[in-house]
């Protein structure tokens, strides 16, 4: 009764606006859309600063260990002034470290991991009736984490998930054991949102899973990846689709022949090697060798439109020699990728690869990612610079004002800057734009309309 007689209102509105801080991965960029969406159905509304928040919520990464560290920081900042909020850690560290972040960090009161996601409301209601230990730490899901509520941050490219969590087990990895079991969703539903968001206006859609192509419908239909590609870039509305990230032992030759025929499928595969030594690979247990990989380039390459390969390479795995090393810097001449994300090799609890021998001291780690990103920078000024004066169609994503420029990208997913046509509502349309100089990492264009 002396609750109900309190003035509540102020206290109540703190208590309704949550923040929500997302670290890592477009699938978890993805998570956090969904639960914004899941959060704004249930009457929550979002802020731009964890003061304002009454719930403060952190997607974490924990793909590597400075990832994991970031999260344990921005808790720690908060011990003393976060009296009166709710902390919630959600994603790759909640799987990983479970209930011990409830020791580590006792003002947290909700860990949840992305496959329990599907129980956010019930989880939000033990919170609501004071529940200071909150847990979703199931493995068991069955079903991807579909939402009719989510909320996408772009108005003009949209991410669909079509598979979740990993049936691999690279030595190195924690997904398997943060994201759990492969999970695909049905076509049928695949299709239905991608038909909703051309209904409300996207044109561009990226496909997404850990192994997006490692996709098999469960329903009677039983597309393949090819299939679906190509489905989805048949939808009436839908001018570009992006798929990430692909693994290359599930890389087949239809997937080129669909991007061959479809020009809504986007000319840029994603491809992650990780390492150029057929050894470090078999130690990696990536379940391919460098031939098969190239097999893989060599299909693209064979292919009618000129495709874009990126990748990402793991430097200083345990046992990594000079040599080794040296065979992946070979390859990064032989494929020359258009981009590519390098990482030190980074140890990460419950792997296989913590029982492996000879970890390669972080000052050697540190050379070789250093040796390996100028030789790529270089690989880089070459092919930009070899498009200067063609004419590509750029999906207009924004302007910067301070260079007075609009932000394109293009097919290959380069970022192709450009000036030269100035209309209302230029955003969220594609034009063609010529390449007028070119650096390693964009390029900067005039309009040709
Ligand atoms: N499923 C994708 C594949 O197999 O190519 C990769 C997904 S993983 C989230 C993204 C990238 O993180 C990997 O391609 C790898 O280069 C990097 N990565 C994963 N575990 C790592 C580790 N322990 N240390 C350093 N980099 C790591
Ligand atoms: Fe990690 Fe390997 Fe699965 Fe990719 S395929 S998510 S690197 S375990």
């Known amino acids: 009764m002396a609750c109900h007689s309190r003035p509540t209102t102020i206290v109540l509105s703190v208590e309704k606006k949550f923040y929500i801080e997302t670290f890592g991965c477009q699938m978890n960029a993805h998570d956090s859309e969904k639960v914004v969406g899941t959060l704004l159905a249930k009457g929550y509304s979002q802020v731009d600063t964890p003061e304002e928040a009454g719930y403060v919520f952190y997607n974490t990464c924990s793909i590597r260990d400075k990832a994991e560290q970031k999260v344990f920081n921005r808790l720690q900042s908060f011990k003393r002034t976060g009296k009166g909020k709710i902390f919630a850690v959600l994603g790759c560290v909640a799987q990983q470290e479970g209930e011990k972040i409830f020791d580590r960090a006792p003002h947290v009161s909700l860990v949840a991991g992305s496959a329990s996601y599907t129980k956010l409301p019930e989880m939000l209601i033990q919170l609501e009736a004071g529940n200071k230990r909150v847990t979703g730490l199931s493995l068991e899901a069955t079903e991807a984490f579909d939402t009719p509520f989510t909320r996408r941050d772009n108005p003009h490219r949209a991410y669909l998930t079509i598979i979740e969590g990993c049936d691999k087990s690279c030595s190195y990895c924690v997904v398997p054991f943060t994201r759990g079991p492969e999970r695909s969703r049905t076509s049928a539903s695949v299709i239905d949102e991608a038909t909703k968001l051309a209904d409300s206006g996207y044109t561009e859609v990226q496909l997404l899973g850990q192994n997006v192509n490692s996709y098999r419908d469960p329903s009677p239909a039983g597309w393949d990846f090819a299939t679906l590609l190509d489905r989805v870039g048949a939808v009436p509305g839908i001018r570009r689709v992006r798929f990430t990230t692909s693994h290359p032992r599930d890389f087949v030759k239809p997937i080129i022949d669909a991007i061959d025929a479809n020009a809504n499928l986007c000319n840029h595969v994603h491809l992650p090697v990780q390492s ?42 345990p046992g990594e020699t000079e040599r080794d090393f040296e065979d992946t810097l ?120």
């Open 276 to 317: 150029g030594s057929s050894r470090i690979l078999e130690g990696m247990r990536r379940l391919y060798t460098r031939e098969q990989y190239m097999e893989r380039i060599s299909w693209m390459r064979g292919a009618r439109r000129p495709i874009a390969i990126t990748t990402d390479i793991i430097v200083g795995f």
């Open 330 to 449: 070979e390859l990064l001449d032989e494929v020359q990728y258009d981009s590519l994300f390098a990482f030190k090799y980074s140890a990460r609890p419950n792997t296989g690869a913590l029982k492996l021998e000879d970890h390669i001291s972080e000052e050697e780690k540190t050379r070789r990612l250093a040796v390996l990103n100028e030789r790529q920078r270089a690989i880089q000024i070459r092919r930009n610079s070899e498009l200067i004066g063609a004419v590509e169609e750029v999906h207009v994503e924004g302007r910067h004002h301070s260079l007075g420029q609009w932000i394109g990208r293009t097919s290959q997913n380069r970022t192709l800057n450009f000036s030269g046509h100035e209309a209302e509502a230029m955003i969220g349309t594609y034009l063609p734009v010529r390449v007028t100089r070119a650096g390693p990492h964009s390029l900067v264009g005039e309009s040709v309309l």
